[in-house]
């Protein structure tokens, strides 16, 4: 990896030259673990959530979400900043990619700051953190990769980010309010409650896709997986019947661009599955576990070192990555200190927001460089400020559990 060798095909590698090399496992066992490995049912929610977002992209739903929240908070101190933000938090209940919320949010809504005399900074400061917001609310592709690698519930981590992502929101949104008043940064006039009800009106077929996605799984009409391929072809139906902002010729480009990146990322998960099936045969985990529980490090501080290792982990991997890879090494050590599954899977998706926000690796920075024309160097200056709310967040998730098992709990997921 350090070299630069793609992480799926690093994985992939080691897995074969430590086979070839070092132990007595029959080489056609790699072909039956690469078929076996990502023949499960849960890991279709990937594809189909990947293509929920791209459709809820293109098809107009991002700009209503914005008009939404414009017309609530526009008039309170750096209104469209706090907007942007609302915003994320509204298309993340819905889409489950932090890449795609910064693309269709930050696409709006930046140009539209930057011609009300915001400082280009600001904006891509709020759009960077807030696109977080995707991987940490209902559906994401992170907590399916999670949900796979640990034999986890994936409804019970969907429901189980809501608590944790509206309070990550009203973090963000007072960090910009208290910056957006010390700046006197420009509010907008105040609109009126008929603009407010005809704005929610035109948004509402957006979100009403969170109710058929907790919904279906609480009354257990389907399982998550089919959730996200119930939001796959209700995305299609409202951007291309409903808004009309998608013509059907385009839908095509969209399928194919869907499976291209949900191509990559089942490449990643079938090399991570054989270096998970390497590390149980050679019983790592366990000895990793009986090695951590050794240091006596109670369960405080294990939370604390596994912190540490996500956020050195996510300078130099991406998020599906590192999960497949730290997962299985760090879960059976959780389980045996008593920090529940679900917990902890949130506990790992708030360190990898976090990674997605900073270099060198972050995505969330890289997509919001495209957008703004800013460089690198640049929008890690601007976004330090949420960086630094985010890691606070970080600490409020990792030692107080009851944020994020409250509702799953409460509505009989676990």
């Known amino acids: 990896m350090l ?79 706090l907007a942007g933000i609302i ?10 990619s932090s890449v795609a919320t910064v693309v269709a949010i930050g696409s709006i809504i930046l140009p ?27 559906p994401s592709i992170p907590k399916v990769i999670y949900a796979i690698s640990t034999n986890t519930s994936i409804g019970a981590l969907f429901v189980a980010g809501l608590f944790p992502g509206m309070l990550l929101t009203a973090m963000l949104c007072t960090t910009t309010w208290f910056l957006a008043r010390k700046n006197g940064y420009p509010r907008m006039k105040k609109a009126t409650w008929g603009e407010r009800w005809k704005a929610f009106r035109e948004s509402v077929w957006g979100l009403l896709l969170v109710v058929i996605i ?18 796959a072809v209700y995305a299609f139906l409202i951007s291309v019947f409903v808004y009309k902002d998608m013509k059907i010729v385009n839908t095509p480009k969209v399928l194919v661009n869907s499976a291209a990146l949900s191509a990559m990322l089942l490449y990643i998960i079938t090399n991570a599955v054989l270096f998970s099936f390497l590390m149980a045969h050679e019983n790592i985990p366990q000895l990793m576990a009986d090695w951590i529980l050794g240091k006596e490090l109670g369960r405080a501080g294990f939370l604390f070192f596994t912190n540490i290792l996500l956020l050195l982990a996510g300078n130099v991997m991406e998020p599906s990555s590192i999960i497949l890879v730290m997962a299985p090494i760090l879960h059976p050590a959780a389980i045996r200190l008593g920090i529940d599954s679900v917990h902890f899977g949130i506990l790992i998706d708030a360190n990898m927001e976090v990674g997605l926000c900073h270099p060198p690796v972050g995505l969330n920075l890289y997509v919001a ?18 960086l630094c709310t985010m890691l606070v967040f970080l600490v409020i998730v990792t030692y107080w559990p009851g944020l994020s098992l409250w509702l799953p709990r409460a509505m009989g997921m676990m």
């Open 214 to 231: 907790i919904g279906g799984i609480y009354s257990g009409i389907f399982t998550a997986t089919e959730a996200a391929a119930m939001s």
């Open 87 to 96: 915003s994320c938090a509204m298309f993340a209940l819905v889409c489950g």
């Open 3 to 81: 070299t630069g060798i793609p992480v799926s095909i690093a994985l992939g590698l080691t897995v074969l030259m430590f086979m070839y090399l070092l132990t007595q496992v029959p080489i056609e066992a790699v072909a039956l673990k690469l078929f076996t490995g990502i023949e499960k049912f849960e890991i279709m929610a990937i594809p189909f959530f990947i293509l929920a977002g791209n459709f809820l992209t293109h098809g107009g739903v991002a700009k209503r979400m914005i008009n939404f929240a414009t017309s609530m908070v526009g008039h309170w101190h750096g209104g469209l900043a």
């Open 369 to 386: 460089s495209g957008i703004s024309k800013m460089s690198i160097t640049e929008l890690t200056v601007a976004v330090m400020p949420w």
């Open 112 to 138: 539209a700051m930057v011609k009300q005399g915001y400082p280009k900074q600001f904006g891509a400061g709020v759009i960077i953190t807030a696109g977080s917001l995707g991987i940490l609310m209902l």
